[in-house]
């Protein structure tokens, strides 16, 4: 399958499992944020990481269209005045800006548990045993231990001139706020193609590796922009002092760290037999935005 | 067992599950909230329908802190500057005015996955369709078409000073925002003792009722407080034109009708041979702080 079949088919399944029903602006509200435009990175992955260990695309759609909907969770909190203050997202206004800043928290925090719920009440064909391992992963990546963990660490090391362990810092925010989505999304896809342990444990570090260079890639990208944007007054004020690989290592060091990372994943592709043209045609993606 | 007893387990549980991990910022935040003093109703209630229909109190333990958790999340984020602007809470100062804006929106989403991950990690004895028909109850209960449609009702209410149906929209928040955690509560704790389904539509009735005599009972408490304080210019302001019983229909009809319900409730008890000194000494409890 195509990388736009299966942006269709989740495209399709989000809008069906997010019908708007009342009270209409927070139903429209989770929506708005999940469907704008993106790349569908995380639930492609999911699936097609199913795919490539024998599963059935269909069994992965809930758990996949489950991950996208919290991954649009952490995105409207992100964008929250109290939080990263941003008024775009993916060039349209930001969720709060559009339904006020109660809505936008209530559609977070309703997406949080609308995601989990989205895998009980359509994953028809798993079993009660998988369905509680794949909420187990959700609960592990999503929570306290996962993708929030993250956040903190990066608010905290914002507000912290003096930090120490940067590089030990950097690593673990980058781990969780980034690499643990993609964990996420890769493992459960693993897990409903019922893959042994042996065969999780290679997708759990392609799928962090992966995770690192997406973000490190994102630093690069935030870097030049800003750099590109410097002559407009645009500048990111806000971001200045933020801990990213570019501002903890510089620009030049960052693209050779994404450079082996990157080719990394490829070896563990062709050392563990993992065919897939979605995932090279993703990591040749990164490699070609990122200029290296 | 007595109050005290089921609120000793309850905090006991509560302390064990929610220990400070790092970023500590984050599992102090939630703990926070969680921990203060409070009489732990819906756990308790949860925990006594469980022994009322012949279930184990330790199984529906990790299900009632669930529910806690749950609560306090909502308090969180209720008292967040976007939502009811709150400084204080039980009479201490708010997570938000202790931790900050930012960590007390990311607890509130942490507690959101931490809670079923209660569920899931800690119930041993049970099976794993009955722990996903607990997860579906508590994804029902607490997401959009539960606990935060009635947020969501309750705050457009407020600023809608031309609403129309307001009897109408007044139940309907009620019934979330209050009556959907003591559903919740009850029926998860019928469910775990394996009530049949006449049963749990028992626990259903019961609950429902006993949620709204609890708003109500809440919205009596607030005039009289507010009646009490206007001497001393404590006035709530903010809470002005608020939708709630006793704003619709007056005082003496909220007591009015608090009674009945009240009566209502140990109509259903009696009925069905539902025999718990706990139930009556919560209703009668409500009864006396209502001064009816």
Redesign the interface.
């Known amino acids: 399958m195509k990388m736009n079949d299966y942006i269709g088919l989740i495209e399709d399944k989000l809008n069906e499992y997010l019908e708007i029903?009342?009270?209409q602006?927070?139903?429209k509200s989770?929506k708005y944020t999940v469907m704008l435009p993106g790349k569908r990175l995380r639930p492609v992955m999911c699936l097609e990481t199913c795919r490539i260990f024998g599963g059935e695309i269909e069994d992965a759609l809930p758990t996949a269209c489950a991950i996208e909907m919290l991954h649009a969770?952490t995105l409207i909190?992100d964008d929250?005045?109290?939080?990263d203050n941003d008024d775009f997202r993916r060039g349209k206004p930001s969720n709060h800006k559009v339904f006020?800043?109660?809505?936008a928290?209530?559609a977070?925090?309703?997406l949080?548990?609308?995601a989990?719920?989205t895998v009980?009440?359509h994953s028809k064909n798993l079993?009660?045993?998988t369905?509680?391992r794949v909420?187990?992963e959700?609960?592990?990546y999503?929570?306290?231990?996962g993708v929030?963990?993250g956040?903190?660490?990066d608010?905290?090391s914002e507000n912290d001139t003096k930090l120490e362990n940067k590089e030990e810092i950097l690593e673990y925010l980058h781990t969780h706020k980034t690499s643990d989505l993609f964990q996420l999304a890769m493992r459960t896809g693993a897990i409903i193609a019922g893959a042994d342990d042996e065969k999780l444990d290679v997708t759990t570090e392609f799928a962090k590796q992966f995770g690192l260079a997406f973000q490190i890639a994102d630093d690069i990208l935030d870097e030049i922009s800003t750099f590109e944007q410097m002559g407009k007054t645009l500048g990111k004020d806000k971001e200045e002092g933020k801990l990213t690989y570019v501002t903890l290592y510089g620009l030049e060091r960052a693209k050779c760290k994404l450079s082996c990372i990157l080719n990394d994943c490829r070896d563990i592709m062709s050392l563990h037999g993992i065919d897939s043209e979605i995932f090279e045609n993703i990591i040749t993606d990164i490699e070609k935005r990122t200029q290296i």
């Open positions: 029903e009342y009270p602006s927070l139903f989770m969770q909190h929250l005045p109290c939080m006020g800043e109660a809505i928290t209530l977070g925090d309703a949080l548990t609308y989990p719920q009980t009440k079993s009660p045993a369905i509680i909420l187990n959700y609960f592990n999503a929570g306290a231990r929030i963990a956040q903190v660490v608010i905290e």
